[in-house]
């Protein structure tokens, strides 16, 4: 018959001491791989609510308003030897839309149907053909500043120039599409 071990004093005081104690963790582990939280594309964030302000402003002020600078327009980001090239024809202009005779609204969505084809099928430099606004009421180019501003809203814009006096002077404008 075995008889209980006894501890010694001290190891049963050590014991009593430690009881509840949690050993450290190991030093020499490393932790285990956790997939990092996802990204928050605070720039997009802040990009598309500065888009969405411009937008109730400009839907607020109405087509009435008056553009100071439409001759030419380029995308933020963009070097600015694009237009240079625009304007002296770098680019072969592929295509072109008429809109004489057409109403603000017609034009429009002429425009944007032309737009939409013209990026589809990979077109890159396009002229449109506004007018310089002569038989308007009041002579005052309706459809040329509404075009302008709509090709500025438009993504696939990335630049455009009035072009020279003999591709159209102040009645069209050359447009550079992404590719």
Sequence with gaps: MKRPRQEPEDLSLFRAEMRGVQPAPPSNRVPPYREPPPAI???RIEDERAVLVELSRLALDGDDVEIEEDRLFLRPGLPRDILRKLRRSHWVIQ???DLHGMTGDEA???TDTFLAECVRVGT?????IHGKGLRSKGKEPVLKHRIR???QRRD???AYVEPKSV???GGAVVVLLKG
Excluded: F, N, S, Y
């Design 41 to 43: 594309p605070t720039k």
């Design 124 to 128: 890159r430099c396009v002229r449109i």
């Design 149 to 151: 501003k709509l090709l």
């Design 156 to 158: 696939p814009v990335l």
């Design 108 to 110: 429009a969505i002429a």
């Design 167 to 169: 591709d159209g002077g």
């Design 95 to 97: 295509d072109e839309l």
